[in-house]
């Protein structure tokens, strides 16, 4: 079993940033892929950005060269640096690791974006 704890969420004009971490805890394997999702309301979760072990990205389009997801030192935590923010941006953001047939989430954090 894996834990992850987010936090960083709050509120931000646009056009302002907000780092969000997640810290993992528990059974963590060397391999793994860990991950940002986001569900605005009325809406289907949807990935955010995802890294794995190696170090290499993925990002959704939307967020492509605003966002960056990042490891810590530890490797048992990942950073989403959010840059340039829209209100569209505006969704509860959760954590997510996956290794081998072991999926955890985060239990979310609130990013809403507006003046």
């Known amino acids: 079993q894996v834990q992850l704890v987010e936090s960083g969420g709050g509120l931000v004009q646009p056009g302002g940033s907000l780092r969000l971490s997640c810290a993992a805890s528990?059974?963590?394997?060397?391999?793994?892929?860990m991950g940002w999702y986001r569900q605005a309301p009325g809406k289907e979760r949807e990935l955010v950005a995802s890294?794995?072990?190696?170090?290499?990205?993925n990002y959704a389009d939307s967020v492509k060269g605003r966002f960056t997801i990042s490891r810590g030192n530890a490797k048992n935590t990942v950073y989403l640096q959010m840059n340039s923010l829209k209100p569209e941006d505006t969704a509860v953001y959760y954590c997510?690791?996956?290794?081998?047939?072991?999926?955890?989430w985060g239990q979310g954090t609130q990013v809403t974006v507006s003046s």
């Open positions: 890294i794995i072990s190696s170090g290499s990205t």
């Open positions: 528990g059974s963590i394997f060397s391999t793994n892929v």
């Open positions: 997510k690791h996956v290794s081998g047939l072991l999926t955890s």
